[in-house]
């Protein structure tokens, strides 16, 4: 039986998710969690494996990680659906999908765990664009499902860092643009105006991540930007 304290990672097959799986497993026993399967988790650095969709209750979810594993040290919760859209697209179906994936299922994982760890912590990825106007990307339409979705997170950190510390820090990780081959040219040029220069490595958020587990003891309450200074 390993004797390393173990992080629950969500999203570990998608561009963030596997670089903090390849990041955080230097030091802790990672149990990955994939979604549908269309970005199934790659790596063979993960402790244990677990598929689980959560466009249905993530109270099954919890309950599964409870029952095998017991409660984790740690909590990265790092899956997500991105959604462009406009007003035509509003629809109760559209919203209730979104926000069950983006917002729901974090809220009740960050809650319920965060309630039977005895100390820890738990980081939620949200995105800069829902700390700024929605029109933050110019060549990015977000839904209004995603902005909402995101701002909910946003605002759930100081309210689940209240309710779970001292012993349980929440923080969160907000990305801008990250590089990835999914960007279209109008991206990258757009990366390229921000004062950084570039879009954000997924190697960066994951490091980015590690310290906040490893290393910021004084963190919580809090959402840190890594925008590239948008
Ligand atoms: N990449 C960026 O530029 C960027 C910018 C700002 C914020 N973020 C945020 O950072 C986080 C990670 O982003 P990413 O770029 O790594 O995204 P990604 O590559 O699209 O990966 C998303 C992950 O979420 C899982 N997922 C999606 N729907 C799911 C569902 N119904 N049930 C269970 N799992 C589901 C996916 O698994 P399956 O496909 O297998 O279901 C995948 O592993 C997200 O919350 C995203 O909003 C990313």
């Known amino acids: 039986m390993s004797e390393r304290l173990k992080v629950l990672v969500t999203g570990a097959g998608g561009l963030i998710g596997s670089a ?18 269309r970005n199934g988790y790659r790596g063979n650095n993960a402790f244990a494996i677990l598929s689980y969709d959560f466009s249905k209750d993530a109270e099954e ?16 919760l790092s899956h997500g659906i991105y959604e462009e859209g406009g007003v035509e697209d509003v629809s109760t179906e559209n919203l209730l999908r979104v ?7 974090n809220l009740v994982i960050a809650s ?3 309630a039977v760890m005895d100390e820890g912590v738990i980081v939620m990825l949200t995105d800069v664009v829902a700390r700024r106007r929605p029109w933050l990307y110019r060549s990015l339409r977000p839904s209004l499902a995603y902005l909402v979705s995101k701002a909910g997170l946003d605002y ?13 820090r929440v923080v969160g990780i907000a990305p801008g643009w990250v590089r990835s081959n999914r960007m279209k040219e109008t991206h990258m040029r757009e990366a390229s105006e921000s004062p950084l220069g570039r879009p954000v490595e997924p190697e960066e ?24 200074g948008l």
Do not use: Y
Not at 205 to 227: D, F, K, P, Q
């Open 20 to 37: 903090i799986v390849a990041e955080l497993s230097k030091h802790f026993d990672i149990i990955a969690h994939v979604g549908r399967g």
């Open 61 to 76: 979810f919890v309950n599964l990680v409870l029952r095998r594993w017991g409660p984790p040290w740690a909590v990265v």
């Open 99 to 105: 926000l069950r994936i983006n917002l729901i299922s």
């Open 112 to 114: 319920r765990l965060g």
């Open 156 to 168: 759930a950190v100081a309210w689940l860092a209240k309710e779970l510390g001292p012993g349980v």
């Open 205 to 228: 958020v994951a490091r980015t991540v590690a310290w906040v587990i490893r290393e910021a003891r004084h963190l919580t309450g809090i959402v840190i930007e890594l925008s590239g």
